[in-house]
Structure formats: C-alpha cells, structure tokens
C-alpha cells in the first residue's frame, strides 16, 4: 500500500525517533509499504518519520543512481541492488574528508542543495529478520545512509545547509508546509 509522505513542516519530521522491538506491530507490512512509497515515488530511501512515524527504521534502495554516467563502474555496482532496511540504526562512526553532494528529499520536493558530508559511516543496526550488523559504508550509499539516518534523528537535509543558502530557500519551505506545491505522488501536508 502506497502511503503519504509527510510534507516539510510537520511537526513529526522534528522528532527523534523511538527504537522498536521485535513485538512491533505488522513491521512487515510496514517495511513492505515503506518500499512501495519510496518505489512510487522514485526515491532512494524513506524513513518512518516521513510517514508519519516516530520510530527508528529506514529503508534505502540506491539502485537508481547505478545508472548515473558520473560515477566510476566501481561505485555503480556497489549502488545497483543495494536495498536494505535500518532497524534502531546508530552511528557509530563518521571519517574521512567532507565532500558535497546536490541533495533532496521526498518530504521537501523540488528544493535540491549541496550538502557536505563525511564519506564514511560505519553503522549498528538491525535488519527485517532481527540481524544485528555494524557494517562501514562509503560514497553515495554512505550518503544516503546519513540522510535517512538524520530523519529518525529529527533532521532534515536543510538544516545542513548555510544561513545564506537557509534565507533563499525559505520562501520554497513555506509553500510546501502550506500544500502550495504540485509533486507526482501523495503527500499529507501539515494541518493549519
């Protein structure tokens, strides 16, 4: 079931999220419509916060960028097929030397930024079948890692930004937290 991807604005995009635990009801169900939603709406990861939900899990499919003609032969087969959930992820973490990136996301549409982040992140995590990982990921799988990763922490990609680049697009925030913005798939905008 395809669900609606909470717009900027919203007060559950400011919440850290909660860990769950095995007990979590239908998580299966949740994990499965989380990837249609993100499938639908041509993204490469979602959280639950962008759902409405306050918990700790993510999901990332970086399969799309696989195609991109800007990245070495290494990098696309490192991103095509990576599909993975994020169950109470922490960071554990962070090296190597910043470098930008032009992001965006479901939950703010039509605004995309340079963020820097570091190249590495070396996470603990569960998976859907309660596997417990610390694994190390790098490039734009580590990158996406770290955008979904801030949305169960209560950030959202803008807040990377500087208070220049903030001032310009926040004429663009105000509309979509007001519904004033045409996207291809649905959206639950915050209440007045």
Known sequence: MILPIVAYGDPVLR??????DKDFPRLDVLIKNMFETMDNSYGVGLAAPQIGKAIRLFIVDTTPFADSDDISEEEQQNLDGFRKVFINAKII??????????EGCLS??????????KPLVTMEYYDE???????T??????RVIQHEYDHIEGIVFTDHLSSLKKRLV????????????SVDYTMKFPKK
């Open 170 to 181: 926040k004429g663009k925030l105000n509309k979509i937290s007001k519904g004033k913005i």
């Open 129 to 135: 079948n309660w596997q417990k990982h610390t694994e």
């Open 137 to 142: 990921f790098d490039g734009l799988r580590a």
């Open 108 to 117: 703010v549409p039509d605004v995309r930024e340079d963020v820097s982040r």
């Open 15 to 20: 919440k850290i999220g909660k860990n769950i």
């Open 93 to 102: 973490k962070e090296e190597g030397e910043e470098w930008i990136f032009n």
